[in-house]
């Protein structure tokens, strides 16, 4: 919401919003200067997984670019190309490090994206010599052709370029991301399961659960666990105060994808400038918790909430 509602308009660019799992409501929202769907595979805060081939057949209907954000579900649990997308990206700061060590991202674009924009009008700046560089017209080189202006007209003139060692360090937790993201996707499962059974506690949003509006699309689209990231809601403001304060093995931060789990009561911290209205349409309830389920022995992380819970 930040990006897309304060920081690319201060450049001209103007953002539309739509329900992921109601992908007819693009058709209202496309007009001829779109140039991206952008979502993400499993949402950050609200933890929802999109119908993919609903937004990629419209978007495919309209020549327009698919973006999406991968960072909570990792290349590990989904795979957007092979869903239709264009364009993936990810911000390593999460669980491609794994321990909150750097700040960074990645943007990767599918084999052939150039067919869909050599000689789309959308995408004329694509098609057209770049007078900032010598005239080259990115459709007419044999490299891929986001990748390549993303590089020569961003990269170069606004400087969004990783230091050698935080790319260091993000090539070391990509060797341990499978093992990792196969642990956070366990424990987070657990620790879904027992929220749900507990009498305090009022709804879980964890796509793995049965009971949950995303569990039919995550079947479809996400593999092999859901990630670590939940939210679970408790009875008022001043509950979920109590339970992120009492709680030892998370650690009350606002970061995601750590080894070490983490609590995070929204309406207190990252959303704490909204009013009570502005949390329920944002859809942030008071007593709103969010976890990123760590690496942890999952037993000791039901009993910590546990603990914190009824104690
Ligand atoms: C944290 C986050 C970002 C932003 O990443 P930074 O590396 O902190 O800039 C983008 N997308 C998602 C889904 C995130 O969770």
Not at 134 to 154: E, I, M, Q
Not at 264 to 274: D, E, F, K, N
């Amino acid at each position: 919401m930040t990006l897309t509602g304060h920081t690319i308009k201060r450049f001209g660019i103007e953002a539309r919003y739509f329900d992921v799992h109601k992908p007819q409501e693009l058709e209202a929202l496309i007009d001829e200067k779109t140039k991206l769907i952008l979502f993400e595979s499993i949402t950050n805060p609200s933890i929802d997984v999109p119908d993919f081939e609903g937004i990629v057949k419209i978007a495919d209907a309209h020549g327009i670019l698919t973006v999406v954000d991968n960072t909570v579900a990792t290349p590990i649990h989904c795979k957007p190309f092979a869903l239709g997308c264009d364009i993936s990206v990810h911000s390593t700061s999460k669980y491609t490090t794994g321990q909150g060590l750097a700040i960074g991202g990645v943007i990767v674009e599918r084999e052939n994206l150039v067919e869909k924009i050599r000689g789309n009008p959308r995408y004329y700046h694509f098609n057209e010599p770049d007078a900032s560089y010598h005239g080259l017209v990115y459709t007419d080189v044999p490299l891929p052709p986001f990748t390549l202006r993303t590089r020569l007209a961003l990269l170069r003139d606004l400087g969004a370029a990783p230091s050698p060692f935080n790319s260091w360090l993000f090539i070391q937790g990509l060797e341990h991301l499978p093992l990792r993201m196969k642990q956070h996707s366990q424990n987070a499962q657990a620790v879904a399961e027992f929220l749900e059974a507990h009498p305090k506690v009022k709804k879980v949003n964890y796509p793995g659960l049965k009971s949950d509006v995303n569990y039919s699309y995550a079947q479809k689209y996400i593999k092999g666990g859901c990630s670590g990231l939940l939210s679970f809601e408790v009875e008022s403001y001043e509950e979920a105060l109590k339970i992120v304060d009492k709680t030892e093995l998370f650690s009350l931060v606002v970061n995601i994808g750590d080894s070490k789990s983490i609590i995070t009561h929204p309406a207190s911290t990252t959303h704490q400038q909204l009013s009570h209205e502005e949390l329920l349409a944002a859809g942030v309830p008071e007593g709103l918790i969010r976890l990123s389920v760590g690496l942890e022995d999952s037993e000791d992380l039901i009993d910590d909430l546990k603990q914190a819970l009824e104690g």
